[in-house]
């Protein structure tokens, strides 16, 4: 799931989180982990523009610290960027940085990352806004050398080149795995030819079964070999019957129920959902997750 509290676009975010913070990011995080949840999520925006601060607002916690705030407070849940924009960084600082989270969490890192739509984000960083998929395309190059098991990583690209810099400590895993973000052609192809997984953006399930399958399509063509994790973003859910206005989009009612829903998605092709519960408090929250984990997960 991705975290409540750490990103509150108006686009999905509750109420009860304008007011919340550090202690309910970590109820959340332990109910998760307690709940079975494969992995929690946080956001990466460097800075919102006025122009979009009435809809995307500006709390946007930093990935980076907020899940090495929560690897200290949870011991199975893996943690995941969802997405670095890591085309505002140079690829040795992004490596630095989750590097070190994926060792001190002791393998838990899923480094998800995206192009980054913010046009003045890149601007006022220096990097070209026009060029963002370029920059990724290398970035994903350079970041599976310095991320690597190589003490002095060496990367010789267009954009980026290094070597006999040393970095230490190394990740944890052997090989840190590589989520690409987004639903646009450049972003499927993106994923299918230089990722270990894909996260969409957002496609709805007629969607989906069309974009798996021009993502098979490709890595077939390529050769591409080894294991790719297509995911998914559900509707908003709500275990039980709630007795209170949910939206229309919530898919509502009991376990099984819930779970005959969601096992159209794997036969689809998915791998992993993400799942979001609509909520009016932290314990609200805290309650559908620990009944998903109970009822529904096991179902699924």
């Known amino acids: 799931m991705q975290l409540p509290v750490q990103s509150q676009s108006t686009l999905y975010a509750e109420g009860w989180e304008a007011e919340a913070g550090p202690e309910d990011l970590l109820e959340i995080a332990r109910a998760a982990d307690r709940s079975g949840f494969a992995y929690l999520a946080s956001c990466d925006h460097v800075g919102i523009p006025r122009r979009l601060a ?45 590097a070190t989270l994926d060792h001190l969490s002791g393998g838990r890192l899923v480094l998800g990352v995206g192009a980054g739509h913010v046009q003045e984000e890149f601007e006022a960083l ?19 050398a310095a991320l690597g098991p190589e003490e002095f990583p060496e990367h010789h690209g267009k954009l980026y080149d290094f070597e006999g810099l040393g970095q230490r400590p190394r990740p944890a895993q052997d090989r840190v795995p590589l989520w690409v973000g987004g639903s646009s052609p450049a972003a499927v192809r993106r994923a299918a030819l230089k990722g270990d997984g894909w996260l969409p953006q957002g496609d709805p399930r007629d969607r989906l079964p069309a974009q798996i399958g021009r993502i098979r399509e490709l890595r077939e063509r390529a050769g591409v070999q080894g294991a790719f994790t297509v995911g998914a973003i559900t ?35 998915v791998h992993q959902i993400q799942v979001r519960f609509r909520s009016r408090s932290r314990a609200e929250l805290t309650d559908q997750i620990t009944a998903f984990g109970a009822e529904v997960a096991p179902q699924l």
């Open 54 to 98: 009435a809809a995307m607002s500006t709390v946007w916690y930093d990935p980076v610290a907020t899940l090495s705030f929560l690897a200290a407070a949870t011991e199975r849940v893996r943690l995941l960027s969802h997405v670095a924009i890591v085309g505002l960084r140079h690829p040795l600082l992004t490596a630095k940085q989750y």
């Open 126 to 144: 220096g990097v070209d806004f026009r060029q963002r998929g370029a920059v990724l395309d290398e970035s994903l190059d350079a970041l599976r």
């Open 235 to 269: 509707e908003p859910l709500y275990v039980g019957e709630p007795g209170w206005d949910v939206g229309r989009r919530t898919l509502t009612g009991g376990a099984e129920e819930l779970a005959e829903s969601l096992r159209a998605y794997r036969a689809m092709g």
